[in-house]
């Protein structure tokens, strides 16, 4: 399972002039873990045997049990153990090591974490091969225990997601994906579960293409009825693949969602003035789309401004918290000195609908036809046939 960091560092080089691609399935991700955090320190351990700590031309085995603490140090990593440095370096791999900090979630990853130091916090990267990322995405992205059908359908989405946004940081920051919603929600192997890690293996290599490329299976969790185009959402192309629609031919699929709505938030105008950084928040004014898609949003007030209505949406999210408005399908009255937000669904409402895909599961489709319904023009292939879009 463990690659030499050799033939990742070949496997980059080959990625990076768009060579097709022959053993995607084998292939080893590099995950930001913890990325929602700022690590000023972390330690590590291992309660069910020992874990070794690698630099370049050295190498320490630490007993179960021994707890290691890392703290970035300048641009180097330093490694204390009983109150003491024992080594410090650019870089070092953690092997068979939990992290177990107070204060941070404990996480156990498959594969080997990279540590460096970056603007003086420290930076992990987990090099995973797919298929194990894959038992921990699905697991954290769907309900374990919703029908196999729609967690086969998840895995080949989660699968062909990644393979798709290979370049999302890699660039600025050193790994090919995050461990956040915006990528994917990966947390290592804490999050495995029995019936999801089947719906891998029955899907193992299995990818949705379009014109001999991963597509971009974008999915959310409710779309309250309708689905909207990628454009209309994110700016860019319109893929044809994600133009949106109806959810459900005679009936709405995602009915039984509990997020289907329609759910209500009021927000008073000063906290809102202050979240998009005005004095004063008097109206606000939507551009909607028929299906009830905000697409522009109009804030008046000193200073007045206009935005469009995804970054409307994410500011709400990361100031009120991303459970409250829940979905880009809503409309806005205000009441006093306060907005009334009433909405539709959960999620960007672009691509596949999981609750309707778990509607069409318990209907009897399989994960095939579940996929053809949610991305029309997409072929299911084995991922050795694709060229890598990193
Ligand atoms: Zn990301
Ligand atoms: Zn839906």
Redesign the pocket.
Known sequence: MKKMKVLMLSLVFLLSFRLPLRAEEGKILRI?LM?GYSLDRIQVTNAKGPFRIKAPGAENVFASGHVVEILPAGDLVSIHFRGRQTMRGSSFKLIDASIDTPGLPWRRYAGEILVRCESGKLSLCNEVPLEDYLASVVSNETEPKWPLEALKCQAVIARSFALA?LS??SKHRGFD????????VYHGLGARNPAVEKAVRETRGQVLSYQNRPALTLYHSTCGGTRVPNNVIFGGSALSYLRGGQDGEKKVLCRESPHFGPWQVSLSSSELAKAFEMEKLEAISLERLPSGYAKKVSLRGNPSKKLDAYPFWLKLGTSFGWGEVKSLNFSIKKEGERFVITGRGMGHGVGLCQWGARKMALEGSNYRKILNYYFPGTALVPSSRLEASR
């Open positions: 930001g990325t946004s999302q940081h994906l995050c461990d956040l919603t915006d990528c994917q």
